[in-house]
Nanobody, 125 residues
Framework: VQLQASGGGLVQAGGSLRLSCAAS???????VGWFRQAPGKQRDVVAV????????RYAESVKGRFTISRDTAKNTWYLQMNSLKAEDTAVYYC????????????????????WGQGTLVTVSS
């Protein structure tokens, strides 16, 4: 199964972007989500969603600004990013977790075994 991320680009601060991640087949991931990595920094979680029931979790830095969603029929998930800030600039990766990942582990990238290629988001201030 391959993940294809899209939707990144250059946007001014305060603007919006919508990222998409399409899986080529079912990953049987319990959680799918988005991570990001800024230059010189580690890869951090942005948001995750439980595939079966749509429950969501967000990093504190994006709460109230970003929304994660999924379309189970299309094996696709999304990240709507509003009120973007310069500090949101990063490469964004979509990912699918291992089947047995539990809630408390859903923010740890080590529990994700499917990764997209990354899409660059640049927010100009």
């Amino acid at each position: 199964v391959q993940l294809q991320a899209s939707g990144g680009g250059l946007v001014q601060a305060g603007g919006s972007l919508r990222l998409s991640c399409a899986a080529s087949g079912r990953t049987f991931s319990r959680y799918v989500g988005w991570f990001r990595q800024a230059p010189g920094k580690q890869r951090d979680v942005v948001a995750v969603i439980k595939w079966s029931d749509g429950n969501t979790r967000y990093a504190e830095s994006v709460k109230g600004r970003f929304t994660i969603s999924r379309d189970t029929a299309k094996n696709t998930w999304y990240l709507q990013m509003n009120s973007l800030k310069a500090e949101d600039t990063a490469v964004y990766y979509c990912a699918g977790s291992r089947t047995g990942t539990i809630l408390s582990a859903s923010f740890d990238p080590e529990n994700y075994n499917y990764w997209g290629q990354g899409t660059l988001v640049t927010v100009s201030s």
